[in-house]
């Protein structure tokens, strides 16, 4: 099942920084889109929860030099403003 969340990460000090976030997440097997934003200093990654899951997402974010936390999936999104 794919899956939608939004993350933080923070430490980029360039506008090219979320490009390379992009690029490598998308190296990762299972995610299918990024979305970064050096200036909200955020992102969402959709992927596919069998193949990946946000654990490692993070880790590769951080293994880059950049902290990253989880702040909800689309579901919750979702829930919290039915």
Not at 10 to 20: S, Y
Not at 46 to 52: A, S, Y
């Amino acid at each position: 099942m794919q899956e939608t969340v939004y993350i933080t990460i923070t430490g980029m000090h360039c506008p090219d920084c979320p490009k390379k976030v992009e690029r490598s997440l998308t190296k990762l097997n299972g995610v299918t889109e990024v979305n970064v934003n050096y200036q909200t200093e955020s992102g969402n990654v959709t992927f596919h929860n069998q193949v990946t899951n946000i654990s490692e997402i993070i880790n590769r974010i951080k293994k880059m030099g950049f902290e990253a936390k989880f702040i909800r999936s689309e579901s919750e999104a979702t829930i919290q403003s039915n």
